[in-house]
């Protein structure tokens, strides 16, 4: 299959689909589509088990928009396409590089649509002319001047055509045509500029043989004395993050209880100290183990220091899950208190492995590399589950809210109407609404799956 076969058409299917419809089942549909020609036009050689691996997500993730249309399906299933896109070119590209390459490709698109020998296949532009000319110009020549002539002629041809309605939004269709090739356009045709190449290495999991070296990183400061600059600074931290773990947990446990209000607000101020802790904590280790201190004989005390550093950090993550944990059980669970929990696992995940590279000597880059697919984990796991009907069973469950409150979730509606009929009688859900009336590619399936 040729570059432009794809391009011409995901670009027909994304104005068939999107035509006079608003987002649904329809962008479910289009992301298989896409996932189904990337399996089938990728080689061989780059179907790897990853590459398959997002295939399926891809595809669960496109089913997963058209069951709930909301932000986590969008960016799940966009996060997918791009992956997956990224890996049917390049299998040795690290993934961090798919923010630079999808925005280097939509700054340069009309530098590349216009080599059009790169993505159109050579033909003989005098005979296509001629064939266009034969076809279609002279035929819709005689046609128009026919049916004038006939029209003038004959009232009753005349009136045959008086009632038919001609409602096409020509500005709509060009639009999306405009936007649908677009698209289309950088997903196939997308290219991997050779400066994104060169800087790949700069992401390997491993130290290069240079870089193993023993050399300071300042030429102020000698190696040994930044290695003792390096147990200072984590014996300090050490001493300092244990006193923070026993005030924290004595004023969550030990201190008189909180009023809602009060417990909301030291909740919000907590999660926001564990946030900063948690990136200065990773940034501190960045800086000390970015090199030569990974293969020194004599760091034994440094490392041990920071793995200790690493480990009193989880346990203020965990303090924090705890608190979190009683904030949800006084006021209830919210998407704010979800997204605390997913914030706190990813950070557990993110000292794991930051643990694991001090232990396996792994370069910073290795970092990044592990966590950008833990978020994407993340991001799927957050898209595909409906959050807002277990928050509801949750607090209905445990007499936490009103109904106000709980109608503020989504996709709860069967919940509800099982709990509260006579409230939900009142209240109106325009997105249930908007769903109902639409044609079926603007659809949300989550609400054809309910009882009417």
């Known amino acids: 299959m040729k570059t432009y076969h794809p391009i011409i058409l995901t670009t027909v299917l994304f104005v068939v689909l999107f035509y006079g419809e608003t987002p649904g089942i329809n962008l479910g549909i289009l992301g298989i589509v896409y996932a189904l020609l990337t399996l089938f036009i990728t080689p061989k050689k780059n179907k790897t088990q990853t590459f398959y691996i997002l295939f399926a997500t891809s595809i669960l993730s496109s089913f997963a928009f058209a069951w709930y249309r909301d932000v986590p399906s969008l960016l799940a299933v966009t996060s997918s396409l791009l992956f997956l896109g990224l890996r049917s070119k390049t299998r040795k590209l690290k993934?961090?590089?798919?923010?630079?390459?999808?925005?280097?490709?939509?700054?340069?698109?009309?530098?590349?649509?216009?080599?059009?020998?790169?993505?159109?296949?050579?033909?003989?532009?005098?005979?296509?002319?001629?064939?266009?000319?034969?076809?279609?110009?002279?035929?819709?020549?005689?046609?128009?001047?026919f049916f004038c002539i006939y029209t003038y002629g004959s009232d009753h041809f005349a009136t045959l055509f008086e009632n038919i309605e001609f409602d096409f939004n020509f500005l709509d269709f060009f639009g999306l045509a405009i936007l649908g090739f677009f698209i289309a356009f950088n997903f196939w045709n997308f290219s991997v500029e050779r400066f994104i190449y060169k800087q790949n290495h700069y992401l390997d999991n491993t130290f290069s043989a240079q870089e193993k070296s023993q050399k300071a990183s300042f030429s102020f400061m000698t190696f040994d004395l930044e290695r003792t600059s390096g147990i200072i600074t984590f014996l300090v931290l050490n001493v300092m993050l244990l006193f923070f773990i026993f005030t924290y947990n004595y004023e969550q446990f030990y201190e008189v209880p909180k009023t809602p209000s009060q417990l909301s607000d030291e909740t919000h101020e907590r999660v926001v100290s564990v946030i900063l802790s948690i990136i200065m904590a990773i940034a501190v280790i960045m800086f000390y183990f970015k090199g030569a201190f990974n293969f020194d004989k004599n760091a034994g005390t440094l490392k041990i220091l920071a793995k200790i550093w690493v480990v009193l950090n989880a346990v203020l993550i965990f303090s924090t899950i705890a608190k979190n944990t009683e904030y949800v059980q006084q006021l209830g669970l919210t998407y704010k208190r979800l997204g605390v929990y997913a914030f706190l696992i990813l950070s557990i995940i993110g000292l794991v492995v930051t643990f694991i590279k001090i232990q396996k000597q792994k370069t910073n880059a290795f970092l990044f590399n592990q966590m950008v697919w833990y978020l994407y984990g993340m991001i799927l796991v957050c898209s595909y589950f409906n959050w807002g009907g277990m928050a509801t069973q949750y607090?209905?469950?445990?007499?936490?809210?009103?109904?106000?409150?709980?109608?503020?979730?989504?996709?709860?509606?069967?919940?509800?109407?099982?709990?509260?009929?006579?409230?939900?009688?009142?209240?109106?859900?325009?997105?249930?609404?908007?769903?109902?009336?639409?044609?079926?590619?603007?659809?949300?399936?989550?609400?054809?799956?309910?009882?009417?």
């Not at 490709?105 to 266009?132: A, D, H, I, V």
């Not at 603007?442 to 609400?447: M, P």
Request: proline letters at 4%; hydrophobic letters at 45%.
């Open 95 to 145: 993934s961090l590089f798919i923010v630079p390459v999808f925005v280097t490709n939509f700054l340069t698109f009309f530098c590349r649509f216009f080599s059009f020998e790169k993505w159109l296949p050579k033909f003989n532009t005098s005979g296509m002319l001629q064939k266009t000319i034969a076809v279609i110009l002279i035929p819709a020549i005689f046609i128009v001047v």
């Open 395 to 452: 607090n209905i469950r445990n007499h936490k809210g009103n109904f106000k409150f709980l109608h503020s979730l989504h996709y709860n509606d069967e919940i509800l109407e099982n709990t509260f009929p006579k409230e939900m009688k009142t209240k109106i859900n325009y997105d249930r609404i908007e769903s109902d009336k639409a044609s079926f590619l603007s659809k949300i399936l989550y609400y054809e799956s309910i009882k009417k």
